[in-house]
């Protein structure tokens, strides 16, 4: 049992779920009119969601649907770490192995996250441009 790489996954699971909870909430407070203002912290920030209060709101709603599936991807691949990590403590798993859902689900979750801003960018613009 390689202690070093099961710390390492260990440590990759919490990761996931810290990004996955704090994607969640983001997508669930963007749900509601006003819960999340325009601001410089929390959100998704870019020139054209930036440009307006409406172009904000108009970004992350149009968002929630991609940061929902992000966060989905998150929990899910921390769920396939940890059956990993009992795989390796078994020593029925390589370490390289056990690191592909860890991987490949913070590769997923960025990956979901790029969509939901590409999203909100489109959503923004449309309020700007209609403005």
């Not at 912290?41 to 929902?68: F, K, N, V």
Request: net charge neutral.
């Amino acid at each position: 049992m390689d202690t070093e790489a099961l710390v390492g996954m260990l440590v990759g699971i919490v990761g996931l779920v810290i990004c996955g909870v704090a994607v969640h909430w983001t997508a669930r407070a963007s749900a509601k009119p006003g819960a999340l203002p325009r601001n410089h912290t929390i959100g998704i920030r870019t020139r054209a969601t930036q440009a307006s209060d409406e172009a904000w709101e108009a970004g992350h709603e149009a968002s929630i649907p991609m940061m929902l599936r992000s966060a989905q991807a998150a929990y899910v691949a921390a769920g396939f770490t940890a059956f990993t990590v009992v795989a390796l403590a078994l020593g029925d798993m390589s370490v390289q192995w056990a690191f592909v859902p860890l991987i490949g689900g913070f590769v997923v979750q960025i990956a979901y996250a790029l969509l939901a801003t590409r999203d909100a960018n489109r959503a923004a613009r449309a309020v700007t441009d209609d403005g």
